[in-house]
């Protein structure tokens, strides 16, 4: 190829990998006619060079020597696409202080150190990009920095795990149980052997991180990110949510409220009528609320080989304009870190499952708690009771969580109050 | 304010122009922030600066001297917000004559002189911003050149007019007739006094034609779109379509098929659970399938102040970037025109609606005349007849277009068939 030509390093040819080099061979013709560029793998980090592979590769292109790819003054681009935060962490700050351009996938990094690694970027006179780093194939990072930079971002609210998604639309439309609808998606690949990253919202939150932190121009630690995974999540919610005309999804919520920045990710209670009711299966989407754009969509493939890999090389195709052609993307401005709110603080609408033994008073005690608390009630279910032991399903209208947790505290105390089975939060009903 | 500040002037202040214009004043801070550069309005072209205003502008800054504008030296952007395509396409013209940027909301100038635009902005080193010309705040123009920019598009497949989508789904939801409806988005002001540009699709095929430029690489002529309107649909089609699990929708189609493009507009069954169908009221939607990233889909507000002023202001600061900073946003590179495909030669199940009286041998003849074409049939629906007219209902397979018209053809010659009251494209059911 030309001097036209960009060289590129791969870290990793797992799925993500393959799925990027399937495409630079594929669309070859159509990347050079967009950007006039020619785009030519030149060497992959694998850990096993005579492993059977998902893609064809020249096998000249493998090695195992790390150094080779981060210190070769042909490569101008590090695709780091293994995971993990260790080796990943001092491979891709080797390639910035080498002067090379990064592209990434990796979640966990960039909501971490994403902050030193753009610090470090900046420094070198380089860039790193990590379109694929969230909601796989579906543009975000882009869309939040370029096209909706006019707005102050008043709230972002995603399904941006495909596992719990998958699990929860299983539960949802054909009433299978937890654990029937993750054996189902391990089986389908769409869940890990250890599917725990997933299942209790680690996977979200990373996520919600690195969004957040580009909607809300603020710096952003993991731990701001208050946490709520699905594991708890009974077929009867879904049920109780369903008559009550809502559905359940694992949603990650940033919202810019006046006095800080709250972020969580949890089991919520989503009406049918919103359009993230009806993103289901292993589809993702990121519900953006901007001042002046009011309310718009994103919505897709949140993983697999080829959408990750059409995210990695759209960032491929931003370094190699920058590099080749002096297109500059604009790059993230440093960011003080902004007011996080505890949820204790926060408010909304509250959706609780309660069982009681079937005895008169109960209704009265929960009303008189709820009402000492100024928590008014929305919706009401009472089923006949089995075995002696009623449900009480109550949706109340918005409150304060420490004034829910307050009235909680208290029906506890409750002797026919036998348990508390759920408490999620709900979106309102427009 | 600093020399850091960029000059804009605009060229209109209705609708639109009134909403850059607060988006400009409210957000000044945050687009200074983001960008390091500060927004400033200097001149403002109106036909009558006494006009009472939906927004509060010094009354210094209006003219009504166009030239004031177009040859200010001071002036680095010229935004085009008056709509029209005589005019307006001078004024561009001059602007980029005179070095300047310009960001356009303007459609139909896009559609029809789009390529030409490029060419004269490349030649003066300059650009030609246009995100608000497609889908109001919804990022469109962007996603499809950048971060979809490693896919071959498939298919485009978009709800990019509010007028007609608000129709259709007062129709469908509330079970209004056209003319009822149509009154109602006048009065809401979805629609405008003289209706026909959207009722007849020229809207849609304005922005089909500007997405599909950037979509298939190719050039493309307003006259390339194939355009069929809504004001034929009528409520018992919506009905039947209904019962038979889909919903009518203006969709605008762009499809890179492997002899060509096809490009089309018209009024279409779409399944229930096809994620287009979920998209009512004034929303617009755009759902885009790539090889590498599969489907992926963009909602929101197609239209209306803030959100279109929403993406102007994102133009403006990547023309602000590219002025002051020199990050340079990728230029479109000129394309050839592929050969477009007539409509005759395309496939796609039909759905029919028929009246017949009510006599023997009118299945049967239709059986002869499609079985004939080899057309196969998927759905049927006849119902009871109403005064001796029978209405029957048939959803076919795939059928190339022409045979479906050389049967529909012999179907005419049938005395028994007295009219044939609807011919709409279906979307497949997965």
């Known amino acids: 190829m030309s001097e036209e030509a960009i060289k590129i390093g791969l870290l990793g040819l797992g799925t993500v990998g393959s799925g990027a080099y399937k495409i630079i061979e594929k669309n070859q013709d159509l990347l050079k006619s967009r950007t006039g560029i020619g785009f030519e793998v030149t060497k992959i980090l694998v850990s096993n060079p005579q492993k059977k592979r998902r893609v064809n590769v020249p096998q000249e292109l493998l090695t195992t020597d790390t150094s080779s790819i981060l210190h070769d003054p042909q ?36 909501a971490t150190k994403g902050e030193e690694l753009h610090r470090l970027a900046a420094e070198k006179n380089v860039k790193i990009f990590y379109e694929a780093s969230v909601g796989g194939g579906i543009p975000l990072i882009r869309p939040l920095q370029n096209s909706l930079g006019a707005n102050r971002i008043l709230r972002i609210m995603g399904i941006i795990n495909g596992t719990t998604n998958y699990i929860l639309t299983k539960m949802s439309l054909e009433s299978m149980d937890f654990d029937s609808a993750l054996a189902e998606a391990q089986a389908k690949g769409f869940a890990e052997k250890d599917p725990s990253s997933d299942l209790e919202g680690w996977d979200a939150a990373y996520k919600l991180a690195i969004l957040a932190r580009l909607a809300f121009d603020s710096a952003i630690d993991i731990d701001d990110v208050h946490r709520e995974g699905i594991s708890m999540v ?191 939060r709900v979106i309102e009903k427009k």
Chains 1, 2 share one sequence.
């Open 234 to 424: 009974d077929i009867r919610d879904i049920q109780y949510a369903k008559e009550l005309g809502f559905t359940i999804k694992l949603l990650a919520i940033g919202e810019d409220l006046e006095k800080g920045i709250a972020l969580k990710v949890h089991p919520t209670l989503v009406p049918l009528n919103h359009p993230l009711a009806s993103v289901n299966h292993e589809f993702n989407a990121l519900f953006v609320e901007g001042d002046a754009v009011g309310e718009v969509m994103f919505f897709g493939r949140g993983a697999g080989e080829m959408p990750t890999g059409s995210s990695v090389v759209a960032d491929l195709m931003d370094a190699a304009r920058e590099i080749k052609l002096g297109d500059k993307s604009p790059s993230l401005q440093p960011s003080e870190k902004r007011n996080i709110l505890p949820v204790s603080e926060l408010v909304s609408p509250f959706y609780l499952r309660l069982q009681a033994t079937d005895e008169p008073g109960v209704f009265g005690y929960l009303a008189t708690v709820f009402g000492g608390e100024n928590i008014s009630l929305d919706m009401i279910i009472q089923k006949r009771s089995e075995g002696g032991i009623a449900e009480i399903v109550l949706v109340t209208h918005a409150v304060q969580e420490k004034k829910l947790e307050a009235a909680l505290n208290k029906v506890h105390k409750f002797a026919a109050i036998e348990r508390v089975a759920s408490v999620y």
């Open 75 to 110: 490569i101008d681009v590090v695709v780091e696409l293994m995971g993990g935060v260790t080796a990943s962490y001092h491979y891709i700050k080797e390639a910035l202080e080498q002067g090379k351009y990064v592209v990434t996938a990796n979640k966990d990094l960039m």
